[in-house]
């Protein structure tokens, strides 16, 4: 952005800024637009360890103490001392298992049998591993004499005392875990969970188990939407489906902005008779833009109801889980107070087949990614229409298509993104 501006400011007045153009927004223009308005959850709650997972990290967790906070061995074998002579053969003088208290000490000359995470004795010049070692009555034999300190792990090599160990905004994977586990942090100060409610809407949409009439079709949306929303970090509000009616969709909307962080909803974004989401939002929100361009996934909507954020999702099935993936999921994780997150990167394939293309979208097309010989190859799947939901269940990535692009031919090499969920 070139000038500070509110969202509000840019939805009453389109023509304030230049550049801008809520009708006809590209698709990294969008992520940026978007990434200017999102504030990050500020509640926090103190959880265990072992019900961190999955959450965000809200205050930086220092070490208390060195690990290791002893010196130990990183090998079973032998500590040595060095002889002044460079002697290679040492006197066995008797051993430490790992775990063991015992203080021992060894002169020039002597070794001490060590088992892997075992106390170094004092005087030890380094530690051979058994493989490494000949064994003579009490004595042991070398080769070669090692570089001091050869594996033995020093205090602190891991972690020194009072070192920032985790951040704010990181995530907690497994390894997280472990990490505060081996310092003895028992709890953890993340941010609370955030807060998505979610509907879809249209008259002929249907729940699933209800007898399916002549011109309607099942609410795939509502329950896609409610998977992809599946983490430990989200709390999600369902509030199911909505008829194609003003007053029922402006009520629930204003509803779902009490409840929650975030609202997504899917379907009525476009310009149909039927469609009066984009009435209502300009009585009760405030819109950033409307249109994306990109394919499938061109009626999208961003902007905020009442302080709570909110994402028109289309109602094709597939161009809903395109802009999920590609747009919803990076505003979540800010949202979420993650820092420094990253969509899953694109790599080159080879393209199996021809794709046709018209220059003027990005595209993100359906495809299987397989390795054949020492070639990364793409084949995009069947169909590519907007409404063929199979094309997401047979497809392992999208080919992405930027919007200068046209037709690919067979061999050509193009960007592939992996699928991957919300966690």
């Not at 051979?128 to 009555?137: A, K, M, R």
């Not at 891991?158 to 028992?186: H, T």
Request: glycine content about 10%; overall charge neutral; proline content about 5%.
């Amino acid at each position: 952005m070139t000038k500070d501006i509110t969202l509000a400011e840019l939805a009453n007045d389109p023509g304030c800024l230049s550049e801008y153009d809520p009708n006809a927004m590209d698709f990294y223009s969008a992520q940026k637009w978007i990434a200017q308005f999102l504030t990050p959850l500020k509640q926090k709650e103190r959880l265990p360890i072992e019900g961190a997972l999955g959450r965000i990290i809200a205050k930086d967790i220092q070490s208390s103490s060195d690990v290791p906070n002893y010196h130990n061995s990183a090998m079973d074998g032998y500590a040595i001392c060095f002889s002044k002579n460079g002697d290679l053969t040492f006197k066995i003088i008797g051993s430490a298992l790992a775990g063991s208290l015992e203080d021992f000490q060894i002169k020039p000359g002597e070794a001490l049998e060590i088992m892997t995470g075992g106390k170094i004795p004092q005087g030890a010049s380094a530690v051979v591993p058994i493989e490494l070692i000949s064994i003579d009555g009490n004595s042991i034999r070398i080769k070669l004499l090692p570089k001091i300190d050869a594996n033995i792990r020093r205090i602190g090599e891991d972690i020194a005392k009072g070192q920032v160990i985790l951040k704010s905004g990181q995530f907690i994977r497994p390894a997280e875990i472990g990490l505060l586990a081996s310092l003895g942090i028992g709890k953890v100060e993340v941010f609370k969970k955030l807060r998505v409610a979610y509907f879809s809407t249209g008259d002929e949409v249907i729940g699933v188990g209800n007898i399916l009439e002549q011109g309607q079709v099942y609410d795939s949306n509502h329950y896609t939407i409610g998977a992809m929303l599946q983490a430990p970090c989200i709390e999600t509000i369902d509030l199911h489906n909505v008829p194609d009616n003003k007053i029922m969709i402006k009520d629930t909307l204003l509803l779902a902005s009490q409840k929650a962080d975030l609202i997504i909803t899917s379907g009525g974004v476009s310009v149909g008779k039927a469609d009066f989401m984009k009435e209502v939002l300009a009585e009760i929100g405030e819109i950033l833009f409307w249109k994306l361009a990109i394919k499938p996934g061109r009626p999208l909507a961003y902007g905020t109801i009442k302080g709570a954020h909110y994402f028109g999702l289309p109602g094709n099935p597939v161009s809903a889980m395109v802009t999920f993936y590609q747009m919803v999921k990076p505003a979540i994780r800010l949202l979420m107070g993650q820092v420094g997150y990253m969509p899953p990167p694109k790599f080159k394939a080879k393209c199996h087949t021809a794709i046709f293309k018209r220059p003027g979208r990005m595209e993100f097309q359906r495809g299987v990614l397989t390795q054949q010989d020492h070639d990364l190859v793409v084949t995009p799947t069947r169909s590519q229409g907007s409404g063929i939901l199979s094309s997401m269940s047979e497809a392992n990535c999208f080919i992405i298509l930027e919007a200068e692009q046209g037709t690919i031919e067979p061999g050509d090499s193009v960007d592939v993104q992996y699928m991957d969920g919300i966690v």
